[in-house]
């Protein structure tokens, strides 16, 4: 009998060729998993850009939302900064009425109520020379400093016994504000808050404003007037009592 033997090199063809098949598989199944990765990758970033491009647009899209007054309290005032600008020009005539729910904004000259009465050096529509009082309107330009950074608003007495209003200011800001009226100690600026000029401060008074940062904002109150109090709700600082700084000049409202 003769025995028939498979070659031992075809044994070797179908063994390696089953290993390349093996092979194959593998590799096709490794780079099926890579691009099921890449792919889940893909989408995962895709969502977030979408996301993102979403909410941008939802903000830019459509006419702007109303803003409306900063609270932190119900009953307070809105929030809104102590200014500083320069007198262009006054007036005997009045003005539009105090709006303690407006702040004028800082960059741009306003018109607002104000102590009445020509001041050297300004143009007034009356023409005629006199000391401040009553109530009027001046003309401003924009602030030199317009500032949030107010400690405590402090009221004293004067000695025929008229509230006094102080404000404690910032250093940084003293600094500003020394370095933005220095130059100019002759001329008016007006301290506005609770939508109307408290008092006209001259570039002098303003450039002395001594390391403490305490100045006067207005001066000759009534001790039932609300200002005091509504100046210390729109500028989130405490009211205390205290006596006015020594060598502080009164400024008449």
Request: hydrophobic share 40%; with cysteine.
């Amino acid at each position: 009998m003769v025995d028939v033997l498979t070659p031992q090199s075809d044994e070797k063809a179908v063994e390696t060729e089953a290993l390349f098949r093996e092979a194959k598989q593998r590799a096709r199944r490794r780079a099926i998993r890579r691009v099921v990765a890449i792919v889940l990758v893909v989408a995962a970033l895709a969502a977030v850009v979408a996301v993102v491009v979403t909410s941008r647009g939802s903000g830019r899209s459509g006419p702007a939302p109303a803003v409306g007054p900063t609270r932190t309290t119900p009953g307070l005032l809105p929030q809104e900064t102590l200014q500083f600008r320069p007198v262009l020009a006054t007036s005997e005539g009045s003005c539009r009425s105090a709006n303690i729910r407006e702040e004028p904004g800082s960059r741009q000259a306003v018109s607002l109520p104000a102590p009445s009465g020509p001041l050297p050096g300004v143009p007034n529509s009356s023409g005629s020379a006199g000391t401040t009082g009553g109530q009027g309107c001046a003309l401003l330009g924009p602030s030199v400093l317009s500032t949030l950074k107010i400690a405590a608003v402090e009221l004293g007495r004067s000695p025929a016994g008229a509230v006094l209003v102080t404000v404690a200011m910032d250093r940084s800001d003293v600094a500003r504000l020394r370095a933005a009226t220095g130059l100019h100690p002759a001329r008016f600026y007006a301290v506005v808050a609770l939508g109307q000029v408290l008092s006209y401060p001259t570039g002098s008074q303003l450039s002395s404003i001594g390391p403490t940062g305490q100045f006067q904002v207005a001066g000759g109150l009534s001790t039932k007037d609300p200002r005091p109090s509504e100046l210390s709700d729109a500028l989130r600082a405490r009211l205390v009592e205290m006596k006015p700084p020594a060598g502080s000049s009164s400024l008449q409202f």
